[in-house]
């Protein structure tokens, strides 16, 4: 007769102190991946921020650069409003630009409505106001339909309007992190400015500020700084003899 060998397989599992440390672990492990998570997704809430800031400046930048320069178009002066273009208690600059684009529409050709502002764009100002926690850039079309105000651009820090007689170069502050008004605007003309009345030059400098990304020490840390935007416009329709 033979003999049926039998083996005895252990059924211990493991010990409650085991176990204990096999969740804390777990849980670190846990806490840490979170932690990287959620600055991970903080990172890229405040750069997606930040880089809708800056498109957002760069096409009101774009749409206010085309409307000056089309100012003074068939008219008898460089089409800026002199009264309503000034710079405000904050600091910011407001414009006004006139211009009659439809100088060529078979009734704008009699010389009896020549300089006539009448239609929707001929007549438009630029201005900044705050409102909660922001500063938006407005555009008022004097003609428009309704609404007449529309916003441009849904936030911005500084707007500066330089105007010149003749064109110019500048030099551009860098300030690092430094969150001086100074570092917002253009420095060392190589003309002195003029009044709004006797420009033919004109200098935009716009400047937003861009939060900071992440927190100090950690992987990918941008300090918050001020970006400044600029833009130089010609204004050939009251200096028609030099362009």
Do not use: W
């Not at 309503?84 to 529409?105: E, K, M, P, Q, Y």
């Not at 900044?128 to 079309?141: F, K, N, S, V």
Request: hydrophobic share 40%.
């Amino acid at each position: 007769m033979s003999k049926r060998l039998t083996t005895k397989k252990s059924e211990d599992g493991f010990s409650l102190f085991e176990l204990i440390i096999a969740m804390t672990i777990t849980l670190v492990v846990l806490t840490i991946a979170t932690t990287l998570l959620a600055q991970s997704l903080n990172m890229r809430t405040r750069s997606n921020a930040n880089v809708d800031a800056l498109a957002d400046a760069e096409r009101a930048l774009n749409i206010m650069s085309r409307e000056i320069a089309q100012a003074g178009f068939n008219l008898d002066d460089n089409g800026i409003g002199a009264d309503d273009s000034v710079v405000d208690g904050n600091g910011n600059s407001t414009i006004r630009v006139r211009a009659n684009l439809n100088r060529f529409d078979t009734a704008a050709m009699d010389p009896a409505t020549r300089g006539t502002v009448s239609d929707p764009g001929e007549d438009v100002k630029f201005f900044i106001y705050p409102t909660g926690d922001t500063t938006l850039l407005a555009r008022y079309d004097h003609y428009g339909p309704e609404p007449k105000s529309t916003v441009v651009a849904n936030r911005l820090d500084r707007l500066r309007i330089h105007y010149f007689a003749q064109r110019v170069t500048y030099s551009t502050p860098n300030c690092g992190t430094s969150q001086d008004a100074r570092c917002c605007d253009i420095e060392n003309p190589s003309a002195a400015e003029v009044g709004p009345a006797a420009a033919r030059y004109v200098v935009i400098a716009l400047c937003i500020q861009q939060g900071a990304t992440g927190a100090p020490g950690s992987p990918g840390y941008q300090p918050a700084h001020n970006l400044l935007l600029t833009s130089d416009i010609a204004l050939r329709n009251a200096n028609l003899e030099n362009y």
